[in-house]
């Protein structure tokens, strides 16, 4: 993991752009009200998904069973394989491997709603995803 520059805050926390760099919102939902100059790039299809989000919030699913739906759900294949014999997508692998190398040149900051001090948030598990030898 050494020489990566990959941190995760809570989108709300102050905006530090010497050590955050790029931020990315990796949330489904935006938040109402949010403003634009809170983050750089917002990547939806790098949240959870609704179900899986409202699941997890209403208790239904423990943090362990969460942690490993959602990477399951990283790694899905879109309708645009259904099209493609050839290449297929296989979900996000391509984003991902894309900010491990981004995060390899300068800073980026994975952000969602959820404070600071959160530890069970999606963002944790992104993060260390991205880091592992998976992508």
Same mark, same amino acid.
């Given at each position: 993991? !050494?020489?990566?520059?990959?941190?995760?805050?809570?989108?709300?926390?102050?905006?530090?752009?010497?050590?955050?760099?790029?931020?990315?919102?990796?949330?489904?939902?935006?938040?109402?009200?949010?403003?634009?100059?809170?983050?750089? =790039?917002?990547?939806?299809?790098?949240?959870?998904?609704?179900?899986?989000?409202?699941?997890?919030?209403?208790?239904?699913?423990?943090?362990?069973?969460?942690?490993r739906q959602y990477r399951k759900e +990283?790694?899905?294949?879109?309708?645009?394989?259904?099209?493609?014999?050839?290449?297929?997508?296989?979900?996000?692998?391509?984003?991902?491997?894309?900010?491990?190398? +981004?995060?390899?040149?300068?800073? =980026?900051?994975?952000? !969602?709603? !959820?404070?600071?001090?959160?530890?069970? !948030?999606?963002?944790? =598990?992104?993060?260390?995803?991205?880091l592992s030898n998976? =992508?």
């Amino acid at each position: 993991m !050494c020489g990566y520059m990959l941190r995760t805050r809570s989108v709300s926390s102050p905006i530090n752009r010497t050590t955050d760099g790029l931020r990315i919102l990796v949330t489904r939902f935006r938040g109402r009200g949010l403003a634009g100059s809170r983050y750089d =790039v917002w990547m939806p299809n790098l949240g959870p998904s609704e179900q899986l989000l409202g699941s997890f919030q209403n208790r239904r699913l423990s943090w362990a069973r969460f942690s490993r739906q959602y990477r399951k759900e +990283l790694f899905l294949d879109g309708p645009i394989d259904l099209r493609s014999r050839t290449i297929k997508n296989h979900g996000q692998k391509f984003t991902l491997r894309l900010l491990k190398q +981004l995060a390899r040149q300068r800073p =980026v900051t994975l952000m !969602c709603h !959820c404070a600071e001090d959160q530890l069970q !948030c999606h963002r944790h =598990v992104l993060r260390k995803l991205i880091l592992s030898n998976r =992508v």
